[in-house]
């Protein structure tokens, strides 16, 4: 039971243009939800992350929407750069889910110089 | 320099041995958590601790142990009844129950091969 999802496990995107990454999720007590980024042999890291109690959260680059009744959210990276070819991963987490985080399957986004 | 560290980065198993990997955090987190990598399905966790002397069941449990005796450790210990325990493993730790707006920190992983 995939309960965070990302259906797109590859995207690739000309530099400059604009990279959309999307997430979809079921389990309903989901409100915190939060971006990774996965470089290969290498631990995660933390892009942003966005409260139920908000559509939209912007950190330079990086903007995550949350569309709450469509249990979507998406990462916009505007320009897209090089060092943006990763793997992403977008996680969720649920107040009274004693805080762990469950994740996505990943999309590997290439950036196309 | 706080951060999580995870060791070794490279371990090879015999089928039928255990073998511990390590995950030590100084950034005085309360959680820690353990993920497994394989290709094509995301992280999904193994076990988590929110408090010292206290640990949970993820998804993923069967065939691995875990301990948590002090607030900066959290190993695992994968067992001969993982009957698939080639992948990349990762620890995170997050600081504290409540706080919402904390991300996890992860380790650079370990990945272990069976041979």
């Known amino acids: 039971d995939q309960q965070v999802k990302q259906n797109s496990p590859s995207l690739s995107v000309q530099e400059g243009r604009i990279s959309i990454l999307n997430c979809d999720y079921t389990n309903s007590m989901f409100d915190y939800f939060l971006w990774y980024k996965k470089y290969p042999a290498e631990g995660p890291t933390f892009l942003i992350s966005?409260?139920?109690?908000?559509d939209k959260n912007e950190d330079g680059r990086f903007t995550v929407f949350l569309n709450k009744s469509a249990k979507h959210l998406s990462l916009h990276i505007v320009p897209s750069q090089p060092g943006d070819s990763a793997v992403y991963f977008c996680?969720?987490?649920?107040?009274?889910?004693?805080?762990?985080?469950?994740f996505g399957t990943g999309t590997r986004l290439t950036i196309i110089p | 320099d706080g951060g999580i560290t995870q060791s070794p980065k490279y371990l090879f198993r015999k089928e039928g041995q255990n073998v511990t990997l390590s995950c030590e955090q100084n950034l005085n987190h309360d959680a820690m958590y353990w993920y497994r990598q394989d290709p094509g399905q995301g992280l999904r966790l193994i076990y988590y601790s929110q408090i010292v002397n206290d640990f949970q069941k993820g998804d993923i449990a069967e065939g691995y142990s875990v301990s948590r005796e002090k607030k900066e450790s959290f190993p695992l210990t994968v067992t001969s009844a993982q009957k698939n325990p080639t992948a990349f493993y990762l620890c995170?730790?997050?600081?504290?129950?409540?706080?919402?707006?904390?991300?996890?920190?992860f380790g650079q992983g370990t990945r272990l091969t069976v041979v």
């Open positions: 966005i409260s139920s109690i908000k």
């Open positions: 996680a969720a987490s649920a107040r009274f889910g004693n805080e762990k985080l469950t």
């Open positions: 995170a730790s997050i600081s504290g129950q409540g706080l919402r707006n904390t991300e996890a920190f």
